[in-house]
T-cell receptor
Framework: AQSVAQPEDQVNVAEGNPLTVKCTYS??????LFWYVQYPNRGLQFLLK????DNLVKGSYGFEAEFNKSQTSFHLKKPSALVSDSALYFC???????????????WGLGTSLAVNP | GAVVSQHPSWVICKSGTSVKIECRSL??????MFWYRQFPKQSLMLMAT?????????EQGVEKDKFLINHASLTLSTLTVTSAHPEDSSFYIC????????????FGNGTRLTVT
């Protein structure tokens, strides 16, 4: 079955340190990969995506993610964390070859990021 | 661009009443809208997918007669929670899509429903 795993429920980092939020997926073929962020009591905001091409993609707010096909991973990274980055982060995958519903996303369970001052 | 407006942002209702949540795409035409439910500290649970002018497709385990979805136009979808009960209390989020599968979804800010 297709799935997305975010192995860490919570990640704690000190402000100014680099951060990584992990995501691995189990989807056949060449899926499209997305990261979203959710602040308390708000909807989700799109951060970045990987469709094809360069494995390192850059997105909003200084975030980037590295696609690794052999490890089926798409980890989210930021060189220097800010307290304002504290939020819930979701990894999502789309199977573009699902002709019946190729806009549907498969979601990870989310990782709560806490950046400490 | 690509703004999705969801209303109301929060609502409190009594058990047995119905509540309607609106999701509007303000600057684009949403061919597909998704309705999610989110429990505290948990991931998103897709409830249904709606396409303009056709019946919504509900996920397994979601009661279609309880959660009525109407996608009457390319800019508006509504979710009505009928005969609400306290266990329906949750955070409901809509999202809209107007581009192909390479494009991200655009989300509303969610509705916090509390049933007393």
């Amino acid at each position: 079955a297709q799935s997305v795993a975010q192995p860490e429920d919570q990640v704690n980092v000190a402000e100014g340190n680099p951060l990584t939020v992990k995501c691995t997926y189990s989807v056949s073929g060449n899926p499209y990969l997305f990261w979203y962020v959710q602040y308390p009591n708000r909807g989700l905001q799109f951060l970045l995506k990987y469709i094809t091409g360069d494995n390192l993609v850059k997105g909003s707010y200084g975030f980037e993610a590295e696609f690794n096909k052999s490890q089926t991973s798409f980890h989210l990274k930021k060189p220097s964390a800010l307290v304002s980055d504290s939020a819930l982060y979701f990894c999502a995958v789309r199977d573009p070859y699902n002709a019946g519903n190729n806009r549907k996303l498969i979601w990870g369970l989310g990782t709560s990021l806490a950046v400490n001052p | 661009g690509a703004v999705v407006s969801q209303h109301p942002s929060w609502v409190i209702c009594k058990s047995g009443t119905s509540v309607k949540i609106e999701c509007r795409s303000l600057d684009f035409q949403a061919t597909t809208m998704f309705w999610y439910r989110q429990f505290p500290k948990q991931s998103l649970m897709l409830m249904a997918t709606s396409n303009e002018g056709s019946k919504a497709t509900y996920e397994q385990g979601v009661e279609k007669d309880k959660f009525l979805i109407n996608h009457a136009s390319l800019t508006l979808s509504t979710l009505t929670v009928t005969s609400a009960h306290p266990e329906d209390s949750s955070f409901y989020i809509c999202s809209a899509s107007f581009e192909g599968p390479r494009s991200p979804l655009h989300f509303g800010n969610g509705t916090r429903l509390t049933v007393t």
